[in-house]
């Protein structure tokens, strides 16, 4: 059980934050939030709880507990490349950065070594729960499932399918090769975790340039036969690729047309970017329940999208939206880092829109980061904030670290300091990460 201030988004439409000085929260075993008492005196904590059984930590007045923050977009093997090639267009970045570094996982030993040191990065930046593309190897992306198991992160993860437009040496062999890697990757995490406790295979098609059409239709099939996988691609990132997918297949005059047409769009669709969307487009995400990863950092510095995301649109469909890192395109794996320039960008986007798409504000951003993924993860019902019957994802925040944050004077109530935090903080004030109960990463005070 923890004692002390407690700060989440609620599901409720707007999703106001909910800001408790003084709650207790009670988790079992198995990691499930069996209760939430929302105003308890520290005096009140022992009639409860049963303190014989049950350890309570006390969280010091320094501290409060969020939810751990779900980063929908995430490439595991440009951990090493992060901050490269910045201002480049996609597919010369693609071609000049990322090929090559991607490549390299052909090595398994290369892929438990970045692959261990990149999760523990995401860890120590509070991601507890992350969707990865992984490399085209299947080998190394069951390294990366492997990892994500062992290190205690809640994941999906992904082999990435690439037919076509890349180099030899970046290149499935051949479309049966590609899906018949994708099937031994799926069989691997059920083997892994049968029960699915923390992982998930996610259909990983890179981009419709990297694939052709039978392979998109065979993932496709795939996923009608397998409902429960999540599905992710790159989706209206940039010009240069919009030119090249709309080239390649001049049957569909949108991408959302191509992806439906190969049964890649669902529920459980994670997309990518949607930075250009034309306006049926948002019509089908919202009628097919697909989910919009937001990428604010990478959607203006590397890619070519250059631009800020329609969210404020997005949120008045309906249409689901979480944040993603999208380490690599992205120079920063923190995700406050993708708050605050998903709060910048959507200032851009209302200066450009002459005031319709009104900017976020900090609360959208922090649900984005949290609530809004779980929902694009279709995992709304197991995390993204701390309803009675979810399981405990949270991160420990110490305001009083070494670091950059603001300063904290005596007389700030929770909501400013929580402010100070989501603004100024950085991972040095997130001194434990804990994923289903578990204490996944701590920092000793
Ligand atoms: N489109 C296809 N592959 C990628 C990638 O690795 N990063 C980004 N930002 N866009 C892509
Ligand atoms: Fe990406």
Not at 372 to 397: P, R, T
Request: aromatic share 8%; charged share 20%; proline share 4%.
């Amino acid at each position: 059980a923890f004692h002390g201030a407690v700060i989440h988004s609620l599901s409720t439409p707007g999703h106001d934050l909910e800001i408790l000085p003084a709650a207790l929260l009670i988790v079992e075993a198995q990691g499930v939030i069996t209760a939430f008492h929302k105003d308890v005196k520290p005096g009140e904590v022992g009639s409860l709880i049963d303190t014989a059984t049950t350890t309570l930590h006390y969280l010091s007045p320094s501290q409060f507990i969020i939810p751990g923050f779900i980063d929908t977009h995430n490439h595991a093997p440009q951990w090493a490349q992060r901050g490269l090639g910045q201002g480049q267009h996609i597919l010369d970045w693609l071609s000049a950065i990322t090929f090559p570094n991607e490549g390299r996982f052909r090595d398994p030993s290369h892929a438990q070594r970045i692959y261990s040191s990149a999760i523990d990065g995401f860890l120590r930046q509070g991601i507890t729960t992350a969707s990865y593309y992984g490399s085209i190897h299947p080998e190394a992306t069951n390294i990366l499932a492997d990892l994500c198991l062992a290190k205690g992160q809640r994941a999906f993860v992904g082999k990435c399918n690439m037919t076509r437009n890349s180099p030899d040496y970046y290149r499935d062999a051949s479309v049966e090769q590609s899906l018949r890697d994708t099937e031994s990757c799926i069989a691997h995490i059920r083997k892994i975790d049968p029960e699915g406790m923390l992982l998930k295979h996610v259909l990983t098609p890179r981009f419709a340039i990297s694939c052709d059409a039978d392979g998109l239709a065979g993932l496709g099939q795939i996923a009608a036969k397998n409902p429960d996988l999540p599905i992710q691609t790159h989706f209206n990132e940039a010009e240069q690729e919009i030119t090249a997918t709309r080239e390649l297949f001049p049957q569909f005059s949108s991408e959302a047309d191509l992806y439906h047409h190969y049964g890649l769009l669902t529920k459980r669709s994670i997309l990518a970017h949607c930075c250009y969307m034309a306006p049926h487009e948002f019509d089908k995400l919202k009628e097919l329940q697909c989910g919009v990863a937001h990428c604010p950092i990478s959607n203006m510095t590397v890619g070519g999208g250059f631009m800020a995301a329609p969210i404020r649109e997005f949120l008045n469909r309906g249409i689901k939206v979480g944040l993603g890192t999208d380490s690599g395109g992205g120079f920063s794996s923190s995700m406050l880092d993708a708050i605050r320039q998903a709060m910048i960008a959507s200032h851009a986007r209302e200066v450009e829109s002459k005031g319709r798409d009104k900017g976020l504000k900090i609360a959208e951003a922090f649900y984005l980061a949290t609530l809004g993924g779980a929902e694009v993860c279709c995992l709304e019902d197991k995390v993204g904030n701390f309803e009675v019957g979810k399981e405990f994802d949270a991160l420990v925040v110490d305001w009083q670290r070494d670091g950059v944050m603001t300063i904290v004077e005596e007389e700030d109530e929770l909501d400013t300091v929580f402010e100070k935090f989501v603004m100024t903080g950085d991972d040095r004030n997130i001194v434990r990460v804990l994923v289903k109960g578990r204490m996944v990463r701590e920092v000793k005070i």
